[in-house]
């Protein structure tokens, strides 16, 4: 689909049992999370998996030296930002709003528009979906059949995909390839929750867990920094790798402390709410709702708010009020 975009509203209403699952998991996980390390994705010398050495889907793959950690993006805490990925941005002339950061479609999006922003003192987040086939990338036609679960729901055409694929494993590596080559600061790769999902391949959250992992290493060692969106149950294993978090809705469902312990760590959290009334005006009821720190908002303090419409159009208001609607291309 030539729109792309509008990956907001995808998460939104099948999150419901993730506080639950959250807090059982946090036990476990804290456990886990010391004896993953960075290794995952690649092969684990025959330990856990019964046999198939080709379990190792960075195999092919180039080995670039690691960058200085000193020369990735990290973004500060409370940076501001705007997410447009309805359709490219038009650069033609001066971007509004002038913030810290940008979160940009990766594929549509030129690398000439990567550069005008960082020209204008802006940082560039390229985002692609990591765990969702969608039918019209450039390189949709190097999945494989196997490759798919069950049809997101509400999202006719796009598929969950198996995390574990050797072969998904190295589209995504190509993919970050693509946003190095682009110049992007930072991936934002979505869907990565499908363990959240009726995904029909019997996803886990250890899954997603070892997912992130293996987009993390590759994309240090790509120098591209990394967000984990959504996928609140994950949390604590993958904060030491990533950069940042992506998240949607954390003050709808009032969940934000699943959240800030990247604001803790010295990461932000670029939070995402589509009150009704965005793209025209927002009940200030609403408003304050979100922007201020209590009731479903505590434990947002810090957290990079925007308010959006759930296409993720150039339309934005931010918790100072503010309102703008960042020109996009007509496609
Ligand atoms: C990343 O770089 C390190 C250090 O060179 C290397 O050991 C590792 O295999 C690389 N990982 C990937 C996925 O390329
Ligand atoms: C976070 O940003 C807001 C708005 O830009 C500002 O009012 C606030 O003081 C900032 N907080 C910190 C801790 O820097
Ligand atoms: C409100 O915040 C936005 C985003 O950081 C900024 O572009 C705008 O200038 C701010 N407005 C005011 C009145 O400070
Ligand atoms: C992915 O691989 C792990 C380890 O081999 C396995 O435990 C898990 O069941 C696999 N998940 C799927 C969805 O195939
Ligand atoms: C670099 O970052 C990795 C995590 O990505 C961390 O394990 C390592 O200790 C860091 N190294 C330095 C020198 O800060
Ligand atoms: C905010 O965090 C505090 C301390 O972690 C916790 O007790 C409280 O329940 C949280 N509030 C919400 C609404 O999540
Ligand atoms: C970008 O905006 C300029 C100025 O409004 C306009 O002339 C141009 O057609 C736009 N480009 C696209 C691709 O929409």
Redesign the pocket.
Known sequence: MASGGRRAGKTGGRRRCMIITSIIVALVVIALAIGLGVGLGRDHGGGSSSGSSSASPASGTPLPSPPANGSIYQPAVNSTWQIVLQNPINVSTTITPHVDVYDIDMFTNPQSTIQSLQQAGMKVICYFSAGSYEPSRPDSGDFQAADKGKELAGWPGEYWLNLNSTNVRQIMVKRMQLAAQKGCDAVDPDNVDGYSNDNGLGLTQQDSIDFVQFLAEHARNLSLAIGLKNAGDIVQNVLPVVQFSVNEQCIHY????TF?PFVAAGKPVFNIEYPSGAGSTIAVEKYQTICTDS??A??STDFSKVMKTMDLTGWVEYCNGSVFDTSMSSS
């Open positions: 009032s969940e934000c402390a800030a009731g479903n505590a434990n």
